[in-house]
């Protein structure tokens, strides 16, 4: 057993740290205000080749594996967890291509984002169907030798400023998981359109969308896998982008430390740096550990996918317990901080309005749970 990174991946570590330093968490505040999507810092982080990471390179990508991806994530995310969003979600959204695609459609679709600077999309999550994935309605029905796409996607990353769109539709409501299918469409599709940008809590920089879809039209060479497959695509594609998360989670909560600790040096209280008080020393001690133990779960996962072994148990594992440090983390960084963490003159305030989504994004936290425990009993 081997903890220590190799020459690869510190240079990988260090690559995406200076670029998270230099431009990502200097805009940070800003867009965080705004709500703006800065495609300018998403562009050269692509020109660094930390976005699509996930490509391998006979499709001309970087072929990364999960755990380097992690180790680039965690990083991105110590910047600002709205941009690491947007950065990550393109590896979700090119997964299902990877999972379920035929050499045509890898070399077409992928073959596409290495050539050029392209954002994907995961359309998965409708108004009614968030948790419960079977029960979708995006409807597609057969028309010849393709398929006409009805309904509505909703909470979907990069929406507006997608060049791809993965996408599940069922072709039979009534066949819950077994009627669901995958399909890529690419942006500019006739009946495509995004819907307004949610006004969110955290994560304000990445860019949220409902996606309508009307009359589209999608040509069978489009879709991925065999009609019927989408449901076990979207859950494979999960089980290995949940790891990811995890380290994404770690980012914000290594900040919320790194904060922590520097104010306890500095902010005085009767007198003395509060950094000397016990009940300041336990936060701060609660919280690294926290962070570590979040670290190796997720590193551990990741690790299992890359070795081709069924992970749901363990991605869920990284991804719920990763998610539920990062937002203790960032709430006692607020209580560290007292009033001053409550403003938004200090930073941590939107680190903990940033790590709420974590609990709530692929997949909540209830739901990893029952992902763990149905594996459980099934063992
Ligand atoms: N790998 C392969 N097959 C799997 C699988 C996996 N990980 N999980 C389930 N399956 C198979 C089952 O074996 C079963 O197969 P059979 O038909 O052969 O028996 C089939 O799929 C159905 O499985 P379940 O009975 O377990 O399905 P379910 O309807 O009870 O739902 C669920 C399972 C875990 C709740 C699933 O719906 C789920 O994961 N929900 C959460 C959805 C989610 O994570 N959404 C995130 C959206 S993306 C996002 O948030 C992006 C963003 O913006 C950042």
Known sequence: MDFGLSDEQLALQETARRFARAEIAPAAAHHDQEGTFPRDIIRKAWELGLVSTCIPEEYGGVGLSVLDSCIAVEELAWGCSGMA???MCNDLGLMPILVGGNEDQKKRFLGACTSDFSLVSFCLSEPEAGSDVAGMQLFAEKDGDGYVLNGTKCWITNGGEADLYTVFATLDRSSRHKGICAFVIPRGAPGLSAGKKEDKMGQRASDTRVIHFDNVRVAAADRLGKEGEGFKIAMQTLDRTRPPIGALATGIARR??????????ERKAFGFPIGGFQAVQFLLADMAKDIEAGRLLTHQSAWMVDQGLRASKYSSFAKCFATDVAMRVTTDAVQIFGGNGYTKEYPVEKLMRDAKLMQIYE???????LVIARELLKE
């Open 85 to 87: 969003t947007s950065i």
């Open 256 to 265: 919320a430390l790194d904060e922590s600790t520097a104010y306890s040096k």
């Open 363 to 369: 997949g909540t936290n209830q739901i990893q749970r």
